[in-house]
């Protein structure tokens, strides 16, 4: 069992910065592909980005240039760094986590989700 806990979500404007952060805990967490995904209200919940435990990254088109994910393996913590925030960036993120090393962007191929925190741009 892995336990996920977001953070970092908040109102922000557009063009602004946030960096979410999610801390894992039990099953070692070096083992894991670690990804965010969102969801914003009567939309599917969609892949952002996701880290193997080697540090490959992968990013949607639409985030690609604007946000950075980065684990720390030694604080079981993985980071979304999301720059030039966009109002359609408004959404509840979720971090999500599955064993192995493949970077899925598809959200059923993870078996470990977080809560989600709030990410609101305002414009």
């Known amino acids: 069992q892995v336990q996920l806990v977001e953070s970092g979500g908040r109102l922000v404007q557009a063009g602004g910065s946030l960096r979410l952060s999610c801390a894992a805990s039990?099953?070692?967490?070096?083992?894991?592909?670690m990804g965010w995904f969102r969801q914003a209200p009567g939309k599917e919940r969609e892949f952002v980005s996701a880290?193997?435990?080697?540090?490959?990254?992968r990013h949607a088109d639409s985030v690609k240039g604007r946000f950075t994910i980065a684990r720390d393996n030694a604080k079981n913590t993985v980071y979304l760094q999301m720059n030039s925030l966009k109002p359609e960036d408004t959404a509840v993120y979720y971090c999500?986590?599955?064993?192995?090393?493949?970077?899925?962007?598809?959200?059923?191929?993870?078996?470990?989700w977080g809560q989600g925190t709030q990410v609101t741009v305002s414009s």
């Open positions: 999500a986590a599955r064993s192995g090393l493949s970077l899925y962007s598809d959200y059923t191929e993870y078996d470990y």
């Open positions: 880290v193997s435990w080697k540090g490959a990254t």
């Open positions: 039990g099953r070692t967490f070096t083992s894991t592909t």
